[in-house]
């Protein structure tokens, strides 16, 4: 199955920027998107991002002008650039690949999550 691990959460001053990797492996005949998912403790599960196989891309409103996604298929990564962080608090983002394996297999593939922190 295909597997994603993401990568680069950490802890950031209100107004500062991470930038998070996401990294694909294993076997796969098709990665149709990928897109970012960020959660608070007790919230929803949001779509942040997504890309597509063919470059894509689209943005949850709250995000538009300060976040950017972007896809190295060399190395089967997407990133996302996170500017102008700005709400206090403790966020999960995850990365999800909409994908069909080379069995012919519909996978949804979820990575563990990585934190990032916006404190003061």
């Known amino acids: 199955q295909v597997q994603v691990v993401e990568s680069g959460g950490g802890l950031v001053q209100p107004g500062g920027s991470l930038r998070l990797s996401c990294v694909a492996s294993?076997?796969?005949?098709?990665?149709?998107?990928m897109r970012w998912y960020r959660q608070a403790p007790g919230e929803q599960r949001d779509v942040v991002a997504g890309?597509?196989?063919?470059?894509?891309?689209n943005y949850a409103d709250s995000v538009k002008g300060r976040f950017t996604i972007s896809r190295d298929n060399a190395k089967n990564t997407v990133y996302l650039q996170m500017n102008s962080l700005k709400t206090e608090g403790t966020t999960v983002y995850y990365c999800?690949?909409?994908?069909?394996?080379?069995?012919?297999?519909?996978?949804?593939?979820w990575g563990q999550g990585t934190l990032v922190t916006v404190s003061s």
């Open positions: 999800n690949a909409d994908t069909v394996t080379d069995d012919g297999v519909s996978l949804d593939a």
């Open positions: 890309i597509t196989s063919g470059g894509r891309k």
């Open positions: 294993g076997r796969w005949f098709r990665i149709y998107t």
